[in-house]
């Protein structure tokens, strides 16, 4: 039975969705599409050749999908900013083309990740249950954090989140994997994404009625989030946190939040030698070693704003060959420049302000536009990706852009749902007042 898979925590009972039939596979796609675009949670012996293939195959499915189902309904809320996502990185083709004389096939082909905006019409078409999308991401939350604490015990036999041995000497790294505070940082992509929002809806649950199974689980993700060993991940999520008691709350629950945050902090300090001791070290280390960031966030700013179609529309992505892949390559590996380390600034270098402006747009409607109506995780989960956005911006690649896509399908049931409420609810009082 389709229906008896992940039923360890009912999350069905704790969205308020009956089960349905059919459900596994779009489960499984879930899960697939996840590993696909995380190149295998960051395996070390993926292959992205063949996965680059599969990736070109599933883009070219969802050109089909999107060409034989063009979204006319007004049940899409977030149809505009899912379309503008997508088209609007292709016109910093004519960018790489007359600065790098980039073809724009080429410029295309790296390009094809932006196609997964399309999911987000494809939930919608084939109505795929919150409960579902869910259970895949705590599937694959679970899997992390076990990755995360049986390898620090196995490493150097560790097969997620480390240098292989060609990249070793590439980087002339002495370790596949980086200490900090005494443990080992595996870099396992953008997989917190996954860890943060169980942890943010675990939150909600909890809310609604204690559970141990879920506080369990609640704890599992915040020692996921710890072992990301990520300054900038911890600070926004316990900033997320702190909000979590605000958010959601009609009454009260702000001296609660107050006094609760209080104690965390107050805990955080007394034990801030133990769990963040080498992390000051690592900032006053960055600092005064003229904070790589800082200088390439200058750089690549400056060179956003050299030209007006430049900073419009970004210079792109560069193909397999060529003086952009070139310029590019020496940046990374000579002066340590990486678009991706600097935020906003370096999502302005790559696809425009115009993108970014679009971004923040998206992130302020599921907070602000429709706080109405939009799960309170997912709205903790736009604060966490929008405090990191100075220096990790939250639709990058493939893989950040599916998640978005199932959160705005998500925020999407709760406002169809919603008005559709409102409007029964309005005319039972119509009913009333002409029966009155």
């Known amino acids: 039975d389709n229906n008896k898979y992940m039923q360890f925590i009912n999350i069905n009972k704790y969205v308020g969705e009956k089960k349905k039939k059919g459900q596994l596979k779009f489960f499984l796609l879930i899960i697939a599409l996840s590993i ?8 070390i012996n993926w292959n992205p050749t063949f996965g680059g293939w599969i990736q070109n195959v599933v883009a070219i499915v969802l050109v089909l999908f999107l060409i034989l189902n063009f979204p006319k309904s007004r049940q899409y809320h977030y149809r505009v900013d899912a379309m ?7 016109f910093s083709m004519m960018n790489s ?10 410029s295309i082909k790296t390009m094809t990740g932006c196609f997964v905006w399309v999911f987000y019409f494809v939930l919608h078409k084939y ?8 259970k895949a991401f705590l599937v694959i939350s679970l899997f992390i954090v076990g990755v995360q604490i049986i ?12 240098l292989s041995d060609d990249a070793m000497i590439e980087k002339g790294a002495q370790e596949a994997a980086e200490q900090r505070n005494g443990l080992w940082r595996f870099r396992l992509g953008g997989t917190v994404y996954f860890t943060c929002i169980i942890l943010f809806a675990s939150i909600a649950w909890i809310r609604k009625k204690f559970n141990m199974k879920v506080a369990i689980l609640m704890t599992l993700m915040l020692v996921s989030v710890y072992l990301t060993l990520t300054r900038q991940v911890m600070a926004a999520c316990f900033l997320a946190l702190f909000f979590s008691f605000f958010l959601g709350k009609k009454n009260h629950g702000y001296i609660q939040a107050l006094i609760i945050g209080m104690v965390i902090a107050a805990i955080l300090y007394s034990y801030s030698d133990v769990l963040f001791g080498s992390f000051a070290e690592q900032t006053t280390d960055d600092m005064s070693d003229d904070y790589i960031r800082v ?13 007006p179609l ?38 302005t270098y790559t696809f425009g302000a115009i993108y970014v402006i679009v971004c923040f747009r998206l992130l302020w409607r599921l907070l602000i536009t429709y706080k109405k109506y939009t799960p309170t995780y997912i709205r903790l989960f736009v604060i966490f990706t929008g405090v990191m956005s100075i220096m990790i911006f939250p639709m990058t690649s493939a893989f950040y852009y599916l998640v978005w896509t199932m ?8 406002i169809n749902r919603g008005k559709e409420n409102e409007k029964i609810e309005s005319m039972k009082q119509n009913v009333v007042v002409n029966n009155g």
Do not use: C, R
Request: aromatic letters at 18%; a negative charge.
């Open 310 to 347: 430049v900073f419009l529309f970004g210079h792109g992505l560069p193909g397999q060959t060529g003086s952009f892949k070139l310029l590019m390559q020496q940046l990374n590996q000579i002066m340590k420049f990486f678009t991706v380390d600097v935020g906003f600034i370096g999502m």
């Open 127 to 134: 109505k795929v249950q919150e409960s579902t999308i869910l």
């Open 151 to 162: 390898q620090q015990f196995t490493y150097p036999n560790a097969v997620f989140g480390v």
């Open 97 to 106: 083309h007359s600065l790098y004389g980039q073809g724009y096939v080429d």
């Open 407 to 414: 959160l705005m399908y998500i925020s999407d049931l709760y």
């Open 295 to 307: 200088l390439a966030g200058t750089y690549f700013w400056n060179e956003s704003i050299s030209d």
């Open 36 to 43: 696909l675009y995380t190149s295998g949670m960051s395996y």
């Open 84 to 90: 503008l996502l997508l088209i609007l990185p292709f």
